[in-house]
């Protein structure tokens, strides 16, 4: 099944400085089972049930077009506001493992930004774990590194973390 999707955003700040916009058009994959994104791959049964370890690949490309029309004092959006509007092409590549009680998950999340204006090429990767203490609990470790997708500042940094659902 092919998805396509169409996210425009308008980001501001508390006083209403702030003048960003920003469009992206995404196309996904998604199997016909779950309804969503994605291609789900049972490892240790020939159907995938609670005893069975499933891997998930989800592949997706973007198209983003935005720009900074007031940065309003944020120097990464002002660096962006001095370059211009873009147009980016984004693929991305998310693969998910999933443990036999659904409990724990793995995840590699990679990216590359293209900036079709300047030929600005930079990638970006993210290494996750996840682990459901309850039914709303979890606890949550990211590794990232590379360069953010929106604004293309480098990162390297490993996030920690406890989430509630409600």
């Known amino acids: 099944i092919h998805r396509f999707s169409l996210t425009p955003s308008y980001l501001t700040d508390g006083d209403f400085g702030r003048d960003v916009v920003l469009a992206t058009a995404t196309y996904a994959v998604s ?4 309804g ?3 291609y789900y791959h049972c490892l240790s049964s020939e159907v995938c049930g609670p005893n069975s370890w499933e891997l998930v690949w989800l592949p997706s490309v973007s198209v983003q077009a935005g720009d ?3 940065a309003s004092g944020n120097t990464t959006l002002d660096k962006q506001r001095l370059a ?3 147009v980016r092409v984004v693929p991305t590549l998310g ?3 999933y443990g036999w009680d659904r409990r724990a998950a793995f995840g ?3 990216a590359h930004v293209r900036d079709i204006d300047t030929g600005q090429s930079r990638s970006y990767g993210e290494l996750s774990y996840t682990y459901d203490i309850a039914s709303n609990v979890a606890l949550t470790a ?5 360069y953010k997708i929106q604004t293309l500042d480098e990162i390297d ?4 973390g406890l989430g509630f659902t409600f």
């Open 68 to 70: 900074v029309r007031d």
């Open 108 to 110: 590699l999340d990679l």
């Open 36 to 38: 969503g994104p994605g």
């Open 84 to 86: 211009g509007s873009y």
């Open 157 to 160: 940094s490993l996030l920690l």
């Open 95 to 97: 693969l998910r493992l």
């Open 142 to 146: 990211i590794f990232r590194k590379g």
């Open 31 to 34: 199997t016909p089972r779950f």
